[in-house]
């Protein structure tokens, strides 16, 4: 049983390739610009509410391109809370279906207008329905653990949440239930870990060495990684996918990341100076080991930002959701 | 004939082995228990859980949304109400996700009182569910409907909840589902498992036929034109049996059973209601925003005009629990004077 430690990124081994820095850079940046665009969105009276992940780029990009995407039982279930755009641009999902859920049109192709920003649904992935309610997707992890544990192959449950939400008990639900003898589940649970559960440090309301630890009660293969660095976040997350993968048992995996705006809209959606800015950071590295120049790197930033402020213009003049559509698909419409 | 917790275990076969049902766990589901009230005996696609009934919802979501059918058991519905966020969420999934994502699941779990349950064996759990949008709801009366209702709801599309009363469990019908032998003692010795060691024990599954009855419609248990008796579940018999003991004193009641709590079948209750204009809602649920209320406020608004006495409603006394000792139980659900009272007093009313 590994024991959880902190890997120092200097020490992460040998990097990636620079086509790859570049490209992961790329996304960064897409997910950050959009997430700054909800943001004004929200500010300007385009949105009733903003909760989003700017902050946690450097693990949720590796994480999208890691994932084995598709539909059914030969691809990875997506079990995600809010805070994972960066994810799923880096899956290749258009920015603009983010806006348009932002702007609660009736285009938004998560929730036809129906839901908050960031609460991403899509079933061609194997992406779960993103919920408000805290910790529940551990609760339906569980099912598609064991729908993949039968089917066999090497395609795995992947479930993301915060650290705040592991007092839930449907954290420990999922620990019980995916570590059962004989019948260990492979279910790759991921705990982004930014100190905060809205205003409440975590540091004073649980107890434990860290959350990782708790996997190894279970006999849970677990570890803590540094998420604000792309290339750890990357070659870890490679690690734990392939254990997963092939031993099809469960892995608990603590990311320490960021919280750059606050937790949403509701405690001001304001940037803040005193915590890592993984995007930054990373920029530093790309221009020091002469990746890429600030030219280039502000090139980036301007392209997305032009981009999706047009896709934002749009969403915003597209029509709102008809009132008689509130009774559409309360039950299942055979398509 | 077979009871309902036979029914039960011969239409989860029939599922398993003819409509899809890939699962049907909880807790004691499994061998070699199967089930606290015997409805998963030897069945094949049974398993048994943590004792952890939010990983058992969250577990059937999940396994619905793998492509899986399946049937997740809670012990008692007792036990269901730290549940009831993941009730709303399977129920609001589809909705939420504008059809992007649908959940065909069944969750079963046994309700109500007469088994001298206590506190936290003899909860209803109708009226509180109705109060969940997305689910379908049914609760069967009689063997034949549960195993006709459960057919239909491993076909279902979206998630299911199925509530037996516990207190039929052990009756036996009066119909034979299609297939089982008509020799109670040779259906027993076919597929209940033997009391000590069952590791051999297999069960020798009849011949069983297909019989479902449809989500959404009653059943006009027995014909009257004088007042119209609606309910579901347990007091369904009581009502029959009411009727009948009042048949003698001139009073002509029509008793439907409802079957399905949602979507339910408003046609058959508002046809009765027409024809007689007297209606009575009965069940066992606790009487504050009973689900019968809601019919009650239909009928006002809808029928108000065709109605010779107002609505009423015999429901549990609005009590915290059940309790044990017999007069305290008896004084909290209806009971068969209850009812009979109940509806010879709204016969008698005059407009």
Known sequence: MSRPRLVDSAKSGP???????????????????LEERLIQMYKQGDGYFWIGGPGEEAF???????????????FDYLHFHYRQSATLLAMGEEPIGALRQMKNTATDPYSGGRNFAGHFSKAEWNLCPVTSPIEVQYGTAIGTGLAQKRYGGDAITIVTGGDAGTAEGDFASCLVWSSRPGNELPILMIVTHNKWGISTASSTQQGARSIADRGTAFGIKNKVIDGNDPVVAYRELQEAMAYVRKERKPFLLEVTVSRLYGHSSASGANFV???????????????????MTRQAIDEVRERWTSAIAAMAKQAREEPLPAPESIWNNIFWERK | MANMAQAIRMALHYGEENLGVTDIFGEDVGAPLGGVFTCTQGLKTTWNTPLDERGII????????????PVAEIQFADYVFNTIDLLKLAGNTCWSTNGDWHLPMVVMTPVGAGIRGSIYHSHSFDAMMSHIPGWKIVMPSNPLDAYGLLLSAVQEENPVMY???????RVRGEELIPGEPADAR??????????????????????????AVPIGKGKIVRE???????????????????????????????VIDLRTIYPYDWEMVKASIEKTGKVLFVNEDTEITNFGEHLVRRTVDELFFKLLAAPKIVAGKHVPGIGLSDPLERASVPQ?????AAMRALAAEQP
């Open chain 2, 336 to 340: 068969n004077e209850d009812i009979v």
């Open chain 1, 273 to 291: 100076t005193n915590e890592v800015d993984c995007l930054a950071q990373f920029e530093q590295k790309l221009e020091a080991d002469g990746i």
């Open chain 1, 60 to 74: 949720n990009v590796p994480l999208g391109l890691l994932i084995k995407k598709g539909r059914g039982l030969d």
């Open chain 2, 163 to 169: 509530l037996p009363p516990k207190a039929l469990m």
């Open chain 1, 15 to 33: 990097s990636l390739a620079p086509e790859q820095l570049v490209q992961m850079h790329d996304l960064m940046v897409k997910a950050r610009v």
């Open chain 2, 224 to 254: 009257g034109d004088t007042i119209t008796v609606v309910s579901w579940g347990r007091t369904v018999p009581m009502c029959a049996q009411a009727a009948k003991q009042l048949e003698a004193e001139g009073i002509s009641a029509e």
């Open chain 2, 186 to 211: 040779e259906l027993s010795k076919l597929i209940d498992a033997p009391l000590g060691d069952r590791s051999q024990w297999k069960a020798q599954w009849p011949d069983l036929g297909y019989y």
């Open chain 2, 58 to 69: 969250g577990a059937a979501m999940g396994l619905a949304m793998a492509g899986q059918r």
